[in-house]
């Protein structure tokens, strides 16, 4: 999809030694296409910090976002969707200020649409209003 969809290569592929990831197709596929295949031990999180870290910062923000709005847990999804995004158009200092959404052609943050999260909401069934007496 990155390849495809932004014309960028993947220099380096990152997994954690999972099953579907180690067979001997993919790591042709990869080597192929010119991409350093980099495996951890499996279960050594440790070695795998990063991706740890964001893991941990976007469930941190996505408890606190439940939390604050009072939402119950089958809200989860929708919540760790709007956690991505949130965290997607804030400045980040691993890209010195940057904003992780600017680097993607084409895309831009778009503000406008934010809302409070877990907000009061009415439906209006058109259908309803539109009936005879």
């Known amino acids: ?8 290569p993947i220099r380096v592929f990152c997994a954690d030694s999972a099953g579907e990831y ?15 295949a980099q495996f951890s031990c499996p279960g050594a999180h440790a070695q795998n910090g ?4 964001k893991h941990r ?12 709005s009072s939402l119950p847990p089958y809200f989860w999804a929708e919540a760790v969707a709007t956690s991505t995004y949130l965290i997607n158009i804030q400045p ?37 209003a539109n009936a005879p007496n």
């Open 92 to 128: 980040s200092a691993a890209l010195q200020g940057g904003i992780p959404l600017d680097r993607l052609p084409g895309q831009s943050p778009d503000y406008s649409m934010l809302r409070l999260f877990g907000c009061v909401c009415y439906v209006l069934s058109l259908l309803l």
């Open 1 to 8: 999809m990155v390849r495809t969809q932004y014309s960028i």
């Open 57 to 68: 910062h976007l469930f941190e923000t996505t408890r606190v976002m439940m939390i604050a």
């Open 22 to 36: 180690i067979s001997q197709m993919l790591r042709g596929v990869l080597a192929k296409q010119g991409t350093l």
């Open 50 to 53: 990063v991706a740890e870290r």
